[in-house]
Structure formats: C-alpha cells, structure tokens
C-alpha cells in the first residue's frame, strides 16, 4: 500500500538556521499539506497545496514559511530563519481530491537549539 | 471558529474493561467528525469518521449534535488498543485536531 514518506525522521538545528522538511506524496495524490505538532499540544494545519500554489495557510504559516513542489514527486517546507518556537513534530499530508482522505506522513520532529 | 477539546490527556483502564475517549466540538454548521490514532512510533491514521457510523476494531462513536460531542467507546480494551487518539473536525479540505488522550490499557 503506498503512503507518504518524510526525511529525515529528525532534524536538529540551530536558532536562526534554514531547514527544508522533505515529504514525497502518494504519487497520484494532487492536494498536500503540512501540520504542526509542537510537544504536548495539538496537532495544527499550516499549509494546503494544490496545483502549484498554496490554496490556504493558516495564521502560523508567517513569511518564515515557505513551501515548494520543486519535482514531480517531493514536496517541501523550509524555514527560513528558525527560532526556538519552531521545535515541533512536522506532518505531511496528501489527498487524491478535496476530502478528508489525508494521508499522513510518519513526521519529522524538529529541535531548534 | 472550529475548536476541538479532548478533556483527558490520559485514560488508564485495565483489559477487558469499557473505555470511553471523550471529544467536545465547537462549530457553527453541521461538523464531519473524525477519530485518528497513533500507534507508538507510527503515523496518524484513520479510525473512524461519524457519517460512516461503523466500527473500526471495536470502536464506535456517535455524534450527539445536542451536546456537541463526539465521544469514541470499545466495550473490552484490549492491550494492543494502547495509544494516542486524536479527534478531529474536517472542515474546508482541512483538519482542526483536539490535543489528543492518549490511551493505556494495562495487563
């Protein structure tokens, strides 16, 4: 059965750094997103994609933000400049159509020194 | 707005005994309700959604629109039920999670 694969499972990183998360999609899926887990709290949307471009993004999804499908198969979320607030598990989703069959990735948890 | 509460962080039950995960929603329209689990290191998964009103591994869940809830029981835990169980609303091609119980069914 295909599902959605994130890398790298953790990534450490310090204040003020660049990261990318990368996730690759089920293949025929054209909706993805990202979510947020920050420890202890709730997981929340960040950022819908759909045909290139961000159909939503959510009050979190600052300019520090960015999201990019740079192939026909990764789908990425790079921080530009992160701050320790940032250390959180990051989900990746795919849907095959505007529904609520989400498929999520495993994660990767990210810690900001 | 769309608000989510899961009230317990943790539910303790031995095996064999009745389990009910509590869910309390907030939302102005008619909700789509969800139940996803996560299995100790595994990915968030679906366990049920309220309009298909099936069991999944024993589990239902009914929505009571009166009270807004939707509360996921299994009459006899098992050991393997043992978990992180997150309720979710689906609204606009998106997901707004409860904080999640996380479930221990013990010997």
């Known amino acids: 059965e295909p599902e959605v694969t994130q890398t790298p499972s953790h990534q450490v990183t310090q204040m003020g750094q660049e990261v990318i998360l990368r996730c690759v999609p089920i293949?025929?899926?054209?909706?993805f997103y990202w979510y947020r887990q920050i420890l202890g709290q709730k997981v929340e949307f960040l950022v819908s994609?759909?045909?290139?471009?961000?159909?939503?993004k959510s009050e979190i999804f600052d300019d520090q933000f960015s999201v990019e499908r740079p192939d026909g198969s990764n789908f990425t979320l790079k921080i530009r400049s992160t701050k320790l607030e940032d250390s959180a598990m990051y989900f990746c989703?795919?849907?095959?159509?505007?529904?609520?069959?989400?498929?999520f990735g495993p994660g990767t948890r990210l810690t900001v020194t | 707005a769309q608000r989510v509460t899961q009230p317990e962080k943790l539910l303790s039950v031995f095996k064999g005994a009745p389990v009910e995960l509590k869910c309390n929603y907030s939302?102005?329209?008619?909700?789509?309700l969800f139940w996803y689990v996560q299995y100790s290191r595994q990915r968030l998964q679906l366990l049920l959604r309220?309009?298909s009103r099936e069991s999944i591994k024993g589990f239902t869940a009914d929505l009571n629109k009166g009270e807004t809830s939707f509360h996921l029981k299994k009459p006899f835990a098992q050991e393997e039920d043992s978990a992180m169980y997150y309720c979710?609303?689906?609204?606009?091609?998106?997901?707004?999670f409860g904080s999640g119980t996380k479930l221990n069914v013990k010997p």
């Open positions: 939302y102005s329209g008619s909700p789509e």
């Open positions: 979710a609303l689906y609204n606009f091609n998106k997901f707004y």
């Open positions: 989703a795919s849907s095959p159509g505007t529904s609520y069959e989400q498929y």
């Open positions: 293949s025929n899926h054209l909706y």
């Open positions: 309220h309009i």
């Open positions: 994609f759909y045909n290139n471009e961000i159909s939503e």
